[in-house]
């Protein structure tokens, strides 16, 4: 079975600007999480999609947004970009929604806003 | 919030030793995983625990759910070169709307 797919690995952007990433997860697996990673605040929990629908959310701005489509394929958009928003984007899929049990994470989207 | 504690931050050892690395919470969870993230990946489940004072296996690795359910802990037996990398422990409390909460990471060198 593929792994969780996201693209694009990488990303720079300018301040002010917006970025939008994507995940496509596991075959089979309906619950698409979304994390923020950062040396200095490690893993950060942004939020949860199952069918199509937003199930949790972490304690991020309103700049945070995202989507999931039938298929499970999953977005997430960052609007008006700020420095401190630097960080490697994870997307992480699951069977089930929570309680999940394990989640299985993609390489990342790095994203360097300048 | 809740936290997860896990420390040192860094660990060194020689190839061959064994090592373990414990976490700790403030609450109590119903799941603990256990995973691995090398550089410019993302991290990697290593151990799924469900069950208070549960043992699970995977090779080498070795973890435990702790029986008051806010503790686990890792050991990697017989250490090789490849096992460098983060390893972070992640905790679950119960509930349909909580959320997977991440320690902050031991990062573990092997030294040949």
Known sequence: KAGVTQTPRYLIKTRGQQVTLSCSPISGHRSVSWYQQTPGQGLQFLFEYFSETQRNKGNFPGRFSGRQFSNSRSEMNVSTLELGDSALYLCASSPKAGPWGAQYFGPGTRLLVL | ?112
């Open chain 2, 1 to 112: 919030g809740q936290q997860l504690n896990q420390s040192p931050q860094s660990m060194f050892i020689q190839e061959g030793e064994d090592v373990s690395m414990n976490c700790t919470s403030s609450s109590i969870f119903n799941t603990w995983l256990w995973y691995k993230q090398e550089p410019g990946e993302g991290p990697v489940l290593l151990i799924a625990l469900y069950k208070a004072g549960e043992l699970t296996s995977n090779g080498r690795l070795t973890a435990q759910f702790g029986i008051t359910r806010k503790d686990s802990f890792l050991n990697i037996s017989a250490s090789i070169p490849s096992d460098v990398g983060i390893y972070f422990c992640a905790g679950q409390e119960t509930g349909a709307n909580s959320k997977l909460t991440f320690g902050k990471g031991i990062t573990l060198s092997v030294r040949p």
